[in-house]
């Protein structure tokens, strides 16, 4: 593999916010341009425009959570979060199900990884957090991708 394998999962709240601000400011320039001579449209567009404008602001700070797969390393990133792992030591994965998605990664000997707590809690964890609209189709080929093998669900004796 010579070039980096990248896949950004998507938020879908970050487009919600965008989209949602976006609309609530040109609904307050549409309010005051209906009657600028009207004090109460002059105030109720202002008050939509800056709640627009403090919406589409935070929908702009979400980060995407990041997976990216290069020669020497996996690299997850999420905002200031970031885990470097050397590639040799990643052995198999397993999207874990549910609301939001996580990827768990385990070494050559089939033991899960930790990784360090997302919020600097004194804890650790053993998946990474993904989103909710990840879909795990395009998680497992992007692993495929980068030659990681998926863990095998049934015990073998």
């Known amino acids: 593999m010579s070039e980096p394998v990248r896949l950004v999962c998507p938020v879908g709240r970050k ?18 341009a209906l009657d600028p001579g009207h004090w109460a449209n002059i105030t109720l567009g202002v ?3 800056l709640l627009g404008a403090v ?6 700070l979400i980060k995407a959570p990041v ?13 200031d979060y970031v885990v470097r792992i050397p590639f040799n030591e990643i052995g198999s994965y397993h999207v874990l199900p549910g609301r939001i998605r996580s990827l768990g990664l385990c070494d050559r000997a089939g033991r899960p990884k930790r990784f ?4 600097s809690r004194r804890t650790s964890r053993t998946h990474l ?4 609209m990840t879909n795990p189709a395009k998680v497992e080929s992007f692993m ?3 030659g990681i093998p998926p863990r095998k669900r049934s015990l073998t004796s």
Do not use: Q
């Not at 919406?55 to 702009?60: D, E, F, M, N, R």
């Not at 997976?67 to 905002?79: H, I, M, N, P």
């Not at 360090?116 to 919020?119: D, E, G, M, T, V």
């Not at 957090?129 to 909710?132: D, K, Y």
């Open 15 to 32: 487009y919600v916010e965008l989209s949602g601000g976006y609309a609530l400011v040109a609904l307050g320039a549409g309010a005051v």
């Open 47 to 49: 008050i939509l425009a």
């Open 55 to 60: 919406c589409a602001v935070h929908g702009h």
């Open 67 to 79: 997976l990216e797969v290069s020669d020497e390393e996996f690299r997850y990133e999420r905002g």
């Open 116 to 119: 360090p707590s997302l919020k």
């Open 129 to 132: 957090p993904l989103t909710g």
């Open 144 to 146: 495929a991708m980068a």
